[in-house]
C-alpha cells in the first residue's frame, strides 16, 4: 500500500481525545482528505479532556475542525453516525484506510462481531471486507478476556491494534511528546511520513536527526 490519500478517522468514547485530534491535526496537515466521524460519547470525552465541544450536527461540526485545523476546501468532510448515503458506508467507494483513534472496548467489540449498527460500525466493517487498512487504538485497563478475545478476532480479520502505550525511550518531556509518540505510530501505520519525534538509531547514523516537536 503507498501512502492513503483519504482516510477515515473515527472518533469513539473512550479517554485520550488528544490523540484523535492530533492524529486529525497531522493528516490535514499532511494533505490527506479526511471522512471524519465521531460518537455522542466522544462528544463528552472530547469536552472532558480538551474542552471541545464538538457540535452534534456534522456540518457545524465540519466548520469547527475546519477552522481549528486550517483544513483546505474539500479536504475535511464529517458524516453523521447514521448517515447512510456516506461513502464510508459502501465497498463500492470506501476510504484507503480508516483509524478509530481512540477507540472504546464497545466500539472495538461491536467492529469485531461485524455488527454494523452506526456510520463507524459500518466503515470499519466495509475496511475489513475490502481488505483495506483499519488502524484501531482501543484503550482500557486491565483489559478483560473479552476485550483481549475482540483484538485477536480483529487481528485475524485484519485490522491493526496499535494501542497507545508510549515509549519512554526517546526521553519524552511533555504530554504532548507522549501523545506525538502514538501518533506517529499510527502514521507509520499509514504510510504517512511525518516528524513526530526522532527515530531509533537515527542519531547515530543520521547527524541530521529529524527533531521531534509541533508545529
Ligand atoms: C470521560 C470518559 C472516559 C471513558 N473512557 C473509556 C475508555 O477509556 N475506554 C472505554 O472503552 N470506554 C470508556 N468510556 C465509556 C464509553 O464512552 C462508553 O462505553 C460509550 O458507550 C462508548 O460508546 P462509543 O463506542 O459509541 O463511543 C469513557 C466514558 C467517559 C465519559
Not at 30 to 35: G, I, L, M, T, Y
Request: net charge neutral.
Amino acid at each position: 500500500m503507498g501512502a492513503p490519500h483519504t482516510v477515515t478517522l473515527a472518533l469513539t468514547g473512550a479517554s485520550g481525545m488528544p490523540y484523535g485530534l492530533r492524529l486529525l491535526e497531522c493528516l490535514l496537515a499532511a494533505e490527506r482528505r479526511v471522512w471524519l466521524l465521531y460518537s455522542p460519547a466522544a462528544q463528552i470525552v472530547a469536552k472532558q479532556e480538551c474542552d471541545l465541544a464538538i457540535p452534534a450536527q456534522p456540518r457545524e461540526a465540519a466548520r469547527v475542525f475546519a477552522e481549528r485545523f486550517r483544513a483546505r476546501d474539500g479536504q475535511l468532510a464529517v458524516f453523521g453516525r447514521e448517515d447512510w448515503m456516506a461513502p464510508v458506508a459502501s465497498g463500492s467507494n470506501p476510504a484507503d484506510a480508516m483509524v478509530v483513534c481512540p477507540c472504546t472496548m464497545g466500539t472495538l467489540g461491536a467492529i469485531a462481531h461485524g455488527l454494523a449498527d452506526n456510520l463507524i460500525e459500518r466503515a470499519a466493517d466495509v475496511m475489513l471486507k475490502e481488505r483495506r487498512p483499519l488502524v484501531l487504538v482501543p484503550r482500557e485497563t486491565p483489559l478483560s478476556a473479552i476485550h483481549l478475545d475482540n483484538m485477536l478476532k480483529l487481528v485475524h480479520a485484519g485490522a491493526t491494534i496499535v494501542p497507545p502505550a508510549p515509549g519512554f525511550y526517546a526521553r519524552p518531556r511533555s504530554v504532548e511528546d507522549l501523545v506525538d509518540f502514538v501518533v506517529a505510530r499510527v502514521l507509520d501505520q499509514l504510510k504517512v511520513a511525518h516528524n513526530l519525534g526522532p527515530r531509533w538509531g537515527k542519531e547515530r547514523s543520521d547527524p541530521g536527526a529529524i527533531p521531534g516537536g509541533r508545529a
